[in-house]
């Protein structure tokens, strides 16, 4: 299965993304997570990425391209994966297509989870990610049991650096003018299954199921 999760930032790709990785049991890449460990690392790529993270604006193509080229090569993408961020412009989709058909790969499904802006910008400034497992908390809607820390690792919880309001509605509008068009890139190939993502994480879980298994 080679799927591709698209939608806005805080749209719950990541979460949908870890019940998906135990159902088919293949791997999920997440751009947004690679970059992060690249700025925690302070590799090379990391202090190039983070100029353009900490603005709300995209990675330039290139960077991307050339990551994850080397991602879908592992020997872990072989039975396929769950793409989490990627590809987020036409360029990267276009990248993209010219990676599988070297490796002779095609997509499943492309699964487009829409979610309306007013209930982002509520979803990221509640937001709260583990310091040391990287589990995601909501303060609203999937409050942590203790106040401030994580219910698997007992680890700090903290906003990120890109979830303050002025980065929100930069990266707002980067999706509505640079990946919406990535959405309509796939539907034209018929590989596109439209989610409306209002509802709890598990009727939402259940819905792409749906969509997907058939
Ligand atoms: P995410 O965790 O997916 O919301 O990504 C956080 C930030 O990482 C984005 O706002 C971008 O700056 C960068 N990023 C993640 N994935 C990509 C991508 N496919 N192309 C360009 N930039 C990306």
Known sequence: MRLILIGPPGGG???????????????????????????HDKTNLGLEAQKFMNLGKLVPDSVILQMMQSRINETDCSNGYILDGFPRTIPQAEGLDDLLS?????????????????????RLSNRRSCKE????????????????????????????????????????????????????????????????????IDEIRLEILKNIVL
């Open 133 to 200: 497992c990287g589990q995601v908390f909501n303060l609203i809607f999937e409050p942590p049991t203790t106040a401030g820390k994580c219910n698997t690792c007992n680890g700090e919880l903290y906003l990120r650096d890109d979830d303050n309001a002025a980065t929100i509605q930069q990266r707002l509008s980067v999706y509505h003018n640079q990946t919406k068009p990535v959405i309509d890139y796939y539907s034209k190939q018929g590989l596109t299954q439209v989610i409306n993502a209002i509802g709890t």
């Open 13 to 39: 790709k990541g979460t949908q993304a870890k019940f998906l990785i135990d159902h088919f049991a293949i791997p999920q890449i997440s751009t947004g997570d690679m970059l992060r460990k690249n700025v």
């Open 102 to 122: 070297e490796l002779e790969q095609k997509l499943d499904h492309v699964v487009e989870i829409n979610v309306p802006d007013n209930l982002i910008i509520t």
